[in-house]
């Protein structure tokens, strides 16, 4: 690997992609675009499995709210990810999607989905694309480093190959959903290297909670709908889903990063659930004051204060001696349960992670400044965000921003 930048007059440029999720196949196609013969390198049998996955739930790609309010979702890492971010912005991506066939629409909350709502034909799509430009596939090819000419390792079920391109895009992914190729290895191989790499850590994941088996064995898999949940003075709308060991979903997803971090400083973690969010306390002591007759507690509940049975036996679960009687301070329950939290769900089943190699390794460009030639990008990168588009479209802008620099390494002229 050359230490020195290449000759604008160079000509037959080679580069490798380590990593088939979208950050890397971008670059890919943005190398192969401007004429550089593309290798890229997989340990799976197959690229974008954890692209699919994500389909399933409609695949969002990016947010449509204004570009100064989507850039501050990416909090400490804000400033790193402006330039990439604002060189392919939402609009460039959505236009890149229906550049290939998937048209895009905007749902209610302005999350950006293809109108086919999952990832399949986007892909097949994108793979037939970069065959035409001439991408090479090297699936089951498992990175390893370096040896010690410079030439990259590669583990395959044929044995060990190397390679020796002019130019290397890093674009190995986090370390969430390791069954779907990204296991977060590569830290380990660029910290041996002089690399600073902060840990990675589960982004946009569930907590455990100390459930009863009664409550445990009765509401796992439910959701509790239309709630709010509290954490550090944030209050989030929408739903979660009670687990086997805790809970996970949108609201909890939302605060994870807060909720993630008190723990790890030994602070005690408790959120609170507003069971009834539509509804102020006022209004929910005044229905609660209805007579109860003869009624369980449990039908009072349903009828008078429209309560689920997971939200029910939520407050069964969580109360400290007997629920209150009165009205106004059972009212004030239904709208702030406690929730201690234990611990993040492990890495492995976090949606995404945050941690990754630190952006004072690397120059403009994405050029890590201790491996002249070699770029990084997408999720290996220091930065985490909460779902709802931002993290798919930090992915693909990455992965432009990085394959660019490349190109400028090179010597060679965007297509």
């Not at 739930?57 to 330039?83: C, I």
């Not at 009765?218 to 944030?234: S, V």
């Not at 687990?243 to 005690?268: F, K, N, P």
């Not at 407050?315 to 059972?330: F, I, N, Q, R, S």
Request: proline content about 6%; glycine content about 12%.
């Amino acid at each position: 690997m050359s230490n020195a930048a290449a000759s604008p007059s160079r000509l037959h440029a080679t580069a490798a992609v380590i990593g088939g999720g979208p950050a890397g196949l971008i670059a890919a196609e943005t190398l192969a675009a401007a004429g550089v013969a593309v290798t890229l390198f997989d340990r799976m049998p197959s690229v974008g499995r954890k692209f699919l996955m994500a389909g399933r739930g409609g695949l969002n790609l990016t947010h449509s709210e204004p570009l100064d309010r989507f850039l501050r979702r990416y909090g400490p890492a804000e400033g790193a990810l402006k330039p990439a971010i604002e060189a392919f912005a939402p609009a460039a991506l959505r236009a890149w999607c229906e550049g290939l066939g998937q048209p895009t629409f905007a749902g209610s909350s302005g999350r950006i989905f293809p109108k086919a709502m999952k990832a399949s034909p986007l892909l097949r799509a994108w793979l037939a694309r970069l065959a035409r430009s001439g991408v090479r596939f090297a699936p089951r090819h498992r990175w390893v480093g370096w040896d010690g000419s410079g030439a990259m390792r590669f583990v395959t079920p044929r044995g060990e190959v190397s390679a020796r391109p002019d130019a290397t895009i890093l674009a190995l992914g986090g370390a969430s959903w390791p069954r779907l190729g990204s296991d977060g290895s590569w830290a380990d191989v660029l910290r041996a290297r002089g690399i600073a790499v902060t840990a990675l850590r589960p982004a946009n994941c569930g907590f455990v909670l100390g459930w009863s088996d009664y409550f445990r064995g009765r509401f796992a898999g439910t959701p509790l709908k239309r709630i709010a949940l509290t954490f550090a003075d944030r209050t989030v709308r929408g739903e979660a889903m009670v687990t086997a060991r805790g809970i996970e979903g949108g609201v909890v997803y939302a605060l994870s990063a807060a909720i993630r971090d008190a723990l790890a400083e030994g602070r005690e973690a408790i959120a609170k659930i507003d069971l009834r969010p539509d509804l102020t306390a006022a209004d929910l002591a005044q229905r609660l004051s209805a007579p109860r007759r003869r009624q369980s507690l449990a039908n009072f509940l349903r009828k008078t204060a429209g309560l689920a049975p997971v939200a029910i036996a939520l407050l069964h679960e969580t109360k400290d001696g007997a629920l209150p009687a009165e009205p106004e301070a059972l009212a004030r329950r239904i709208k702030s349960v406690p929730l201690r939290l234990v611990a993040p769900f492990p890495i492995e089943r976090a949606i995404s992670s945050a941690g990754g190699i630190a952006f004072a390794q690397l120059d403009a460009d994405l050029m890590l400044r201790k491996l002249p030639g070699v770029f990084a990008a997408g999720e290996m990168l220091d930065w985490e965000a909460p779902t709802g588009g931002y993290l798919l479209q930090a992915c693909f802008a990455t992965g432009i921003r990085a394959a660019r620099g490349a190109l400028r390494w090179l010597g060679a002229s965007e297509g």
